[in-house]
Nanobody, 123 residues
Framework: VQLQASGGGLVQAGGSLRLSCAAS????????MGWFRQAPGKERELVAA????????YYADDVKGRFSISRDNAQNSMYLQMNSLKPEDTAVYYC?????????????????WGQGTQVTVSS
């Protein structure tokens, strides 16, 4: 299964972006999925995660209330709506699929990774 992340770009602080993650070569409808990000010089961190049926979600504290994760299993896709963006949100964003149906918080629990999409927020 391959994951393709898209939707990144350059946006001013306070703006919005919507990231998309499309899966091909197989179905990930039974897998929990997540969005990670990695800023220069920093470790990769989990931003948001969603269970296979969208019943459970997780958000990192610094994105709660601003970001929203969703998925469309029929389209084999996942999304991250990012509002009120801040310069500290600047990073490469990766989508990933977990080896479990339930929300996972550790990147070692994710077996499929997309190639990343750059998000840059200017002040």
């Amino acid at each position: 299964v391959q994951l393709q992340a898209s939707g990144g770009g350059l946006v001013q602080a306070g703006g919005s972006l919507r990231l998309s993650c499309a899966a091909s070569g197989g179905s990930l409808s039974s897998n929990a999925m997540g969005w990670f990000r990695q800023a220069p010089g920093k470790e990769r961190e989990l931003v948001a995660a969603i269970s296979r049926n969208s019943g459970n979600t997780y958000y990192a504290d610094d994105v709660k209330g601003r970001f929203s994760i969703s998925r469309d299993n029929a389209q084999n896709s996942m999304y991250l709506q990012m509002n009120s963006l801040k310069p500290e949100d600047t990073a490469v964003y990766y989508c990933a699929a977990a080896r479990s149906s339930w929300v996972r918080l550790n990147d070692r629990d994710y077996g499929y990774w997309g190639q990343g999409t750059q998000v840059t927020v200017s002040s």
